[in-house]
């Protein structure tokens, strides 16, 4: 059980738009930034979004991150097959004084 | 840009302790925290602890009395053990700096 919740999958179709969320608490993501992780199959999770919505230099700008109270959100627009993939939400957690993520979430583009 | 190089063992039985060691290249080793996280097949991330250049060490509460993560600011690396490793403990272990850049990945297997 994760303290930062996902929906396990996602999938819509090339060329549109996805949104994926994050749900947390006050100790963590209301308090705390949030960075999101793409893992693509057999690889090493990559930075994708940090400080809830800055873009590490080299990602595309169809990744975009946004948060609101104890809730943040990945989008993806103009999606791609090479976008298939797992993301990960991540946040520092002020109760647990440790660094918490979301279970992941799978897109699928159709 | 800073590169990260991880080693250990990769085959251990229960009850033996897990040692894997993070090299920093290219990059300050200072005022960075230096994190270890390990993702169990077909399972999400997990976040084991941290350490920074001065030694503060922040643990996962869940793994807390089982882990210990040093450092060595000479060689620019950082280590972690994981004592009493039990079948549970099967992972692939990353090592990041400052939650962004990743190291490979070391498959980690527990079994008799």
């Known amino acids: 059980q994760s303290v930062l919740t996902q929906p396990p999958s996602v999938s819509e179709a090339p060329r549109q738009r996805v949104t994926i969320s994050c749900s947390g608490s006050?100790?963590?993501?209301?308090?705390?930034?949030v960075n999101w992780y793409q893992q693509l199959p057999g690889k090493a999770p990559k930075l994708l979004i940090y400080?809830?919505?800055l873009l590490p230099s080299g990602v595309s700008d169809r990744f975009s991150g946004s948060k609101s109270g104890t809730s943040a959100s990945l989008a993806i627009s103009g999606l791609q097959s090479e976008d298939e993939a797992d993301y990960y939400c991540a946040a520092w957690d002020d109760s647990l004084n440790g660094r918490v993520f979301g279970g992941g979430t799978k897109l699928t583009v159709l | 840009q800073v590169q990260l190089q991880q080693w250990g063992a990769g085959l251990l039985k229960p009850s033996e302790t897990l040692s894997l060691t993070c090299a920093v290249y290219g990059g300050s080793f200072s005022g960075y925290y230096w994190s270890w996280i390990r993702q169990p097949p077909g399972k999400g991330l997990e976040w084991i602890g941290e350490?920074?250049?001065?030694?503060?060490?922040n643990y996962n509460p869940s793994l807390k009395s089982r882990v210990t993560i040093s450092v060595d600011t000479s060689k620019n690396q950082f280590s972690l053990k994981l004592s009493s490793v039990t079948a549970a403990d099967t992972a692939v272990y990353y090592c990041l700096k400052e939650m962004d850049v990743w190291g490979q990945g070391t498959t980690v297997t527990v079994s008799s």
């Open positions: 006050s100790s963590n993501i209301g308090n705390n930034a």
């Open positions: 350490i920074n250049h001065s030694g503060s060490t």
């Open positions: 400080y809830d919505d």
